[in-house]
């Protein structure tokens, strides 16, 4: 298998528009699904199969030639965010183009190009060797971007099936190109919408204003009674489960290498930062949990005037959980919070959408160490353990039904626009990632 092989199978597989979150592309879901399932045909699975369910399918397949050596699950996912805005977008999202070492359409980092990391390294030592030196199987979903449950559902049922000994993830990023890193913790998440009813129907402003209630000022209210200026939760209790790092980590995080400007005015694009005053950057990414809204609906939108008080209005927020906090719990706080938060003349009400655990991996894990020692190895520096503060959600679920760490090994950049128009994928990455993946498997197997 050459570069320019695998290349071009990435480019075949960034084609495919796989966007779960839009019907009008089911079928392209679907194709993204049996191209990976072909795709591990070919790395030497001939047993790959589509799962069906209550949802897309995952793909599954095993080599369990390796009898007492450890057992390795593969996770990644098929599908991806949707484009827009398509007019920032330099070229077509679903036209690959190269640009430099760079890999340029959607899905490109997030996570068809560390997918085919999993797929290409079983096959190199399929190929070289015609064996594993590990067992192995893959679970490739179809819904991380939708939260769809499908995935989860599938493996509290079937633990027999899926056990392993540690869970392989490449669905994060290294912390600078070059750098090896590996992802000891993710923080959860609570999505769900604030929807808050006013009148039955939309009333005339000059008819009606200063008397009837106004849903839209009534849910920006509650946001301001959820969050403070300064970015401190104001949600009763919400910080009681929140278990800070330890002072190794915040030491280990201090030594990286991190120019703050940079950040702030080339990869975020802002004047200022905020956040909690006095908590260091990198643990209110990581190490804290937050409160953000990302969408608000309702009354008049279009050109032109219109006045009109609505009757109802929705905000889109979600929290962002941290070790030790429960999502269950962190859900019924945000209810009562919102619910006492309601301003006179209106209801409110919090709907769940989805949610998901918090999770952090002890970095002295024997699967963890082999893990450093393989990338710092192709890297030719020493690996760093950082946390995300995004979340995936199968990590808990892996913990909670399988018992098996999870070992996040990314290869991803700060930069690669992540469900962001442009979007890219750093190709010697790809290249090394594989690399990395093949002596992480033969130093188990040893």
């Given at each position: 298998?050459?570069?320019?092989?695998?290349?071009?199978?990435?480019?075949?597989?960034?084609?495919?528009?796989?966007?779960?979150?839009?019907?009008?592309?089911?079928?392209?879901?679907?194709?993204?699904?049996?191209?990976?399932?072909?795709?591990?045909?070919?790395?030497?699975?001939?047993?790959?199969?589509?799962?069906?369910?209550q949802g897309n399918p995952l793909v599954y397949a095993e080599w369990t030639g390796a009898p007492g050596k450890p057992t390795i699950l593969l996770y990644g996912h098929y599908d991806v965010q949707p484009p827009d805005p398509l007019d920032e977008w330099k070229s077509p999202p679903f036209e690959p183009e190269v640009r430099g070492d760079n890999i340029y359409a959607r899905g490109a980092a997030d996570d068809k190009g560390q997918v085919i990391i999993l797929i290409k390294a079983v096959e190199r030592l399929m190929r070289e060797d015609g064996k594993l030196p590990v067992n192995i199987k893959f679970l490739i979903e179809g819904e991380e971007e939708i939260s769809g449950d499908h995935i989860d559902s599938y493996v509290q049922a079937n633990p027999a099936r899926l056990q392993c000994d540690a869970a392989v993830i490449?669905?994060?990023?290294?912390?600078?190109?070059?750098?090896?890193?590996?992802?000891?913790?993710?923080?959860?998440?609570?999505?769900?919408?604030?929807?808050?009813?006013?009148?039955?129907?939309?009333?005339?402003?000059?008819?009606?204003?200063?008397?009837?209630?106004?849903?839209?000022?009534?849910?920006?209210?509650?946001?301001?009674?959820?969050?403070?200026?300064?970015?401190?939760?104001?949600?009763?209790?919400?910080?009681?489960?929140?278990?800070?790092?330890?002072?190794?980590?915040?030491?280990?995080?201090?030594?990286?290498?991190?120019?703050?400007?940079?950040?702030?005015?080339?990869?975020?694009?802002?004047?200022?930062?905020?956040?909690?005053?006095?908590?260091?950057?990198?643990?209110?990414?990581?190490?804290?949990?937050?409160?953000?809204?990302?969408?608000?609906?309702?009354?008049?939108?279009?050109?032109?005037?219109?006045?009109?008080?609505?009757?109802?209005?929705?905000?889109?927020?979600?929290?962002?959980?941290?070790?030790?906090?429960?999502?269950?719990?962190?859900?019924?706080?945000?209810?009562?919070?919102?619910?006492?938060?309601?301003?006179?003349?209106?209801?409110?009400?919090?709907?769940?959408?989805?949610?998901?655990?918090?999770?952090?991996?002890?970095?002295?894990?024997?699967?963890?160490?082999?893990?450093?020692?393989?990338?710092?190895?192709?890297?030719?520096?020493?690996?760093?353990?950082?946390?995300?503060?995004?979340?995936?959600?199968?990590?808990?679920?892996?913990?909670?039904?399988?018992?098996?760490?999870?070992?996040?090994?990314?290869?991803?950049?700060?930069?690669?626009?992540?469900?962001?128009?442009?979007?890219?994928?750093?190709?010697?990455?790809?290249?090394?990632?594989?690399?990395?993946?093949?002596?992480?498997?033969?130093?188990?197997?040893?």
């Amino acid at each position: 298998m050459t570069a320019d092989t695998l290349l071009e199978e990435l480019i075949t597989f960034l084609r495919i528009p796989s966007i779960s979150t839009d019907p009008d592309h089911s079928a392209d879901v679907r194709r993204a699904a049996e191209w990976v399932r072909a795709a591990i045909i070919k790395a030497g699975l001939p047993n790959a199969e589509l799962i069906e369910g209550q949802g897309n399918p995952l793909v599954y397949a095993e080599w369990t030639g390796a009898p007492g050596k450890p057992t390795i699950l593969l996770y990644g996912h098929y599908d991806v965010q949707p484009p827009d805005p398509l007019d920032e977008w330099k070229s077509p999202p679903f036209e690959p183009e190269v640009r430099g070492d760079n890999i340029y359409a959607r899905g490109a980092a997030d996570d068809k190009g560390q997918v085919i990391i999993l797929i290409k390294a079983v096959e190199r030592l399929m190929r070289e060797d015609g064996k594993l030196p590990v067992n192995i199987k893959f679970l490739i979903e179809g819904e991380e971007e939708i939260s769809g449950d499908h995935i989860d559902s599938y493996v509290q049922a079937n633990p027999a099936r899926l056990q392993c000994d540690a869970a392989v993830i490449c669905d994060t990023e290294m912390f600078a190109p070059g750098m090896p890193t590996l992802c000891v913790g993710l923080r959860g998440i609570v999505y769900g919408e604030i929807h808050v009813q006013g009148a039955d129907h939309d009333l005339h402003s000059g008819v009606y204003g200063g008397a009837a209630p106004n849903p839209m000022q009534a849910v920006a209210e509650i946001i301001c009674a959820l969050k403070d200026r300064d970015g401190r939760i104001l949600i009763p209790g919400f910080y009681g489960n929140v278990t800070p790092p330890s002072e190794k980590e915040r030491e280990a995080w201090a030594r990286l290498p991190f120019d703050v400007e940079d950040y702030k005015t080339k990869e975020v694009g802002v004047k200022d930062l905020v956040g909690e005053p006095g908590v260091p950057l990198f643990e209110r990414l990581w190490a804290r949990p937050t409160f953000e809204v990302h969408g608000i609906r309702g009354g008049f939108t279009g050109e032109g005037a219109k006045t009109v008080i609505p009757a109802k209005a929705v905000a889109k927020v979600s929290t962002r959980l941290v070790a030790d906090q429960d999502p269950v719990a962190a859900v019924e706080k945000i209810k009562t919070a919102v619910a006492a938060a309601c301003p006179r003349g209106v209801t409110a009400e919090f709907k769940l959408i989805h949610a998901a655990a918090p999770s952090l991996v002890n970095p002295d894990n024997l699967y963890i160490e082999k893990s450093a020692e393989a990338m710092a190895e192709i890297f030719g520096q020493p690996t760093v353990y950082i946390r995300s503060g995004g979340s995936i959600p199968i990590v808990g679920v892996f913990d909670l039904s399988l018992h098996a760490p999870s070992v996040m090994m990314g290869f991803g950049l700060p930069d690669d626009n992540l469900h962001a128009p442009n979007e890219k994928m750093h190709l010697p990455n790809i290249y090394r990632g594989v690399d990395a993946m093949c002596a992480y498997f033969r130093k188990l197997g040893a």
